[in-house]
DNA sequence: AGTCAAATGTTAACGCTGTTCACATTTAAT
DNA sequence: ATTAAATGTGAACAGCGTTAACATTTGACT
């Protein structure tokens, strides 16, 4: 017993937390372990109890991002019934989670983990984001009368280039438009729907 | 007259090119002022003489990395005559550019440059870069007899998502297919042709 | 040719960063 | 109660971008 708590419990998890907190605010950039310990009241060389370095921290928190924006892609997914609008809300839906936080989207799918292949938890939470889209893909070959249960592999590059390469231009100010989000989505959603044959 | 120069005569385009060969073969995240300024034979503090900082000069290298782009993806627009072969031959451009040099790429559309309003001239060769897939659009609308010259805001949103999507997915290693890039290419591209209506 | 200002390069220092090491404290099992 | 593991601390290290004061070279004007 103490009248402090030397241990604080559930540091790994409030680091995380903090973290995502930080950069969704602020951006990784502006991101420091000292500024995050400090924040929690933790020295700055407790973080090492939890994770192996900075870039551990950072995989953590992009991995909890996937995980949320898989969660909202499965309620756009469940919004609709037919497969093209799903896949429009699906679309939609990832567009609008990249702009309203553009800094987790950044740490996400960006260059800064330099190391993806060290941690292989990102690549299973990412696939559940990707994983709504593709089953509109399958369930519109159903609906086209094809029983193929596999998806080629151009409609799922496509699509996946698709969402995220108008999320990253929209997010780093690189489209010359003067169309609003909504706009740009409701102009750019509808192109994706065209499959091949 | 001295022995040794102490003036290096060209340090501003040396530092550009130094930090270009550095920033490609081992990331920007990897480069810093100091060591680049050492491979010069040069003082850290030298470079401010060019460059109000890191910035600047990272954005210095960003746009002669357009412009270089710039230039590759005018061979391959003139390479072609039709609309859509042209259009296909840029993209593919566009992406073997993007693969071919990653560390650049990433720098040129990336996070890195958090502060790309400072810098109006990365946005003017940025424009030289799409300039030429835009082209391949207008003789596209004019082949179809149309006579609009102005393009669709859609359509340059979507070709421009399709490239740099792609780009990005493949060069941060998040596309999960055992093709080969000429194959990825190969299967990707026809699939932007389609315009609308 | 001589003078002086501007351009360019150097040295030293500041604060911030990620990381590590030796040490302290708390927890949990024996 | 003892002991080992888990967790947190404090000090230190090297590297970073940036700045300030100082040194050298260049070039223009008399």
Redesign the pocket.
Known sequence: ????????????VALIDAANAMIDKNGAG??????V?QSL?????????????????LAAVAEQGFLDMAARMERAYQSELEAEARLRSCAEAYVNFACEHPNLYRLMFGELLADRQNFPELAAARSEVFKWPMQCLLQHNREQGREDSELREGDKLLIQSLVHGLSSLMIENLVTTRLSREQIIQEVTPLMVFFRR
Do not use: C, E, I
Not at 1 to 12: E, Q, S, T, V
Not at 30 to 35: E, Q, T
Not at 47 to 55: A, E, I, P, T, V
């Open positions: 017993m103490a009248d402090k708590d030397y241990h604080h419990g559930d540091l790994r502006d991101f420091s372990l000292r500024k310990s009241g933790v020295s700055q060389s407790a973080l090492y109890r939890h994770f192996s370095g900075k870039d551990a921290l």
